[in-house]
């Protein structure tokens, strides 16, 4: 499989070339030449795989330049570390699937993709000799599962900026108790936002980037995407099979378009199982009034119960752009030219048409989020954190009799114990995994919110 950028800017690439480029060199996303629908008979086959078997076969599709033996170590490496033996088991709870995708290391769903892009980059970097140093700033919970990602990795050292002390007890726990030799966690006294422009400005400095051989993690990586498509296709089979079912929806709370969008590729790849995807979002809604009134345009960020989805720039809504432009890259890179000069697109009512063929959407504001939690746990006795109450709620209001609905479970709920407590009276149970963090050696270094500060630091500990 070849991949393009969705900006046109460069000759098609391999995907071991797509893992290590990250981000096209043209400013662009990058993509596979195309989307391989799958065959009834295939279908038929990947109903007896388990999760580790499924998805060495699906990466498969979009991976030929590993060979398939190697392949199938590195998935199984990467959800080895998985504490449930169906890796993204599905619950039944009332009317709706719940789809556990936090069953990895950090207990969110980003370990799924992260375990096996830590894998891939070691491999790779075995193979050509070469080294990275990861840099990347987090608000929480990015950061710990990238670390739990390339955590005792040769050739990778990763630092990752949190905002001192504004980020939870739990998440700075899981961040900082990674003692291994190459983590190192930086408390910048600063903001989020503070950590962020440092990246930006240190990735911008092409001299060092080239120097330190700087790499990223973060969702515009194809290796995370193809890695999410696995669940859906896992969880489309199960249920189509259980329920006697031709179709399934889906339901995904959504914050930079990167868990949807495997969803996107998904549905290309099963078009008669997976029929809706509904995104949906918290007040932060501009991928709503997207998909609703073909309003594309930049608002100021709010702050929410979950924290994840509290972005109004979606890195990898320019993935559908691409596709809702007919694949044509000319016009792709003119629109996100035009959005990054205006800060908005507008899409004309045949766009909003297929937009709507596309995704079903709705915003789902605080108030909600807290009673979908508590009437969820009162019903079912299932305690849901609040991102996954987002689209829970979404999920139901969609809902069509006679169509399963499958909600994606994006974080355990003790990740988000204060937003749970408000809900239902109580913190949820503490998996094991959390509580030993306690009293467990920490290892972090708090830093002036300066670029030259954190340069330095990098420098010094680079490989
Ligand atoms: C990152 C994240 C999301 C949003 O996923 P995107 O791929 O950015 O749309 C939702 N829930 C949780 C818990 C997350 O960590």
């Known amino acids: 499989m070849q991949y393009i950028s969705t900006r046109g800017g460069i000759a098609p690439i391999s995907f071991k070339q797509a893992v290590m480029m990250g981000l096209a060199t043209d400013g662009g996303l990058l993509l596979p030449v195309s989307i391989p629908e799958i065959s009834a008979e295939t279908l038929t086959r990947w109903r007896q795989l388990s999760y580790p078997e499924l998805a060495s076969a699906v990466l498969g599709f979009f991976i030929d330049d590993i060979p398939a033996n190697d392949l199938r170590a590195l998935v199984a490496r990467s959800y080895s570390t998985f504490n449930h033996p169906e890796i993204t088991p599905l619950v039944k709870q009332g009317d709706c699937y719940i789809l556990e995708l936090f069953h990895g290391p950090t207990l969110a769903f980003k370990d799924v993709a992260l375990q096996f892009l830590g894998n891939v980059f070691e491999y790779l970097l075995k193979e050509s000799g070469g ?41 700075e726990l899981q961040m900082t108790t990674v003692t291994d030799a190459n983590v190192f966690n930086l408390a910048v006294r600063g903001t989020f936002d503070d950590g962020q422009a440092i990246v930006k400005t240190i990735f911008n400095d092409l001299g060092f980037k080239e120097k330190h051989q700087l790499g990223a993690v973060n969702s515009i990586n194809w290796a995370r995407i193809v890695a999410q498509v696995v669940y859906y296709i896992y969880a489309a089979l199960k249920v189509t099979e259980s329920e006697g079912v031709d179709k399934v929806d889906f339901s995904v709370p959504t914050g930079n378009f990167g868990d949807i969008f495997a969803g996107f590729v998904a549905r290309r790849m099963l078009p008669q199982q997976i029929r809706h995807l509904i995104l949906a979002t918290n007040e932060n809604n501009l991928l709503t009034r997207f998909i609703l009134n073909g309003d594309y345009s930049l608002g100021a960020v709010a702050q929410t119960s979950s924290p994840s989805m509290d972005i109004q720039v979606a890195s990898n809504f320019e993935r559908y752009l691409y596709y809702l ?102 913190e949820p149970d503490l998996p094991e995994s959390l509580a ?20 330095a630091f990098v420098e010094q500990h680079a490989l």
């Not at 030993?436 to 340069?455: F, H, M, N, P, W």
């Open 131 to 171: 080294k990275m140093n990861i840099l990347g700033a987090t608000s929480g919970d990015t950061g710990s599962a990238a670390i739990y990602g390339v955590r005792g990795k040769e050739r990778i050292n990763i630092f990752i900026l949190h905002p001192h002390k504004r980020v939870s007890p739990i998440q």
């Open 325 to 426: 432009n007919g694949e044509d890259a000319d016009r792709t890179r003119r629109d996100m030219d035009r959005f990054a000069a205006s800060g908005s697109l507008q899409f004309d009512e045949l766009a909003q048409e297929r937009v709507r063929a596309d995704f079903a959407s709705r915003s789902v504001n605080e108030a909600e989020t807290i009673a979908t939690i508590r009437d969820f746990y009162k019903l079912h006795g299932y305690v849901l954190d609040p991102h996954t109450a987002v689209g829970v709620k979404a999920g139901l209001a969609g809902r069509e009799a006679g169509v399963p609905m499958i909600c994606l479970a994006t974080a355990h709920p003790a990740k988000f114990g204060a937003a749970v407590k408000s809900a239902i009276g109580h």
């Open 436 to 455: 030993a963090l306690a009293g467990k050696e920490t290892r972090c270094e708090v830093i002036a919110a300066e670029v030259a500060a954190v340069q």
